[in-house]
């Protein structure tokens, strides 16, 4: 098994432009907290690395700093399940964009009329 960091690192999205690669993510990532209970039990494992970090460094008098390396680790543990726990809904999230049907409209360019011509050169069209 992988481990991937960073979402941007995972090879299913790192193809996929920055403002879409967010979009994906944040759904796969609602998806997944609504089902998946190791994102939660993460998260409790971060509260409680945060709390033993600042007992141990109560023993060489620098709980603030242990606290902090507790918490540290314990978000660093958070990230890492949360990236496995989602990437079943990253895939899921982009099988139903595949066919060029995205989740929300990304672009409004306009087309400019075949006859239009060039505004620059001042032509107008085919004469």
């Excluded at 700093?65 to 958070?78: D, H, K, R, S």
């Amino acid at each position: 098994m992988k481990l991937y960091f960073l979402p941007s690192s995972v090879p299913e999205l790192a193809a996929l432009p920055r403002k879409e690669r967010n979009r994906v993510w944040l759904h796969a990532r609602r998806s997944a907290a609504k089902k998946e209970k190791s994102i939660w039990l993460a998260l409790a494992m971060c509260g409680i690395l945060a709390v033993v970090g600042e007992h141990i460094g109560m023993l060489f008098a620098i709980h603030y700093i242990g606290g902090t390396i507790g918490a540290a680790l314990g978000w660093f543990l958070v990230q890492l399940v949360l990236i496995q726990a989602t990437l079943p809904y990253v895939r899921e999230a982009l099988m139903k964009t595949e066919p060029n049907q995205a989740l929300e409209p990304t672009s409004t360019a306009v087309t400019p009329p075949a006859d239009a011509g060039d505004r620059a050169s001042g032509t107008r069209g085919s004469s």
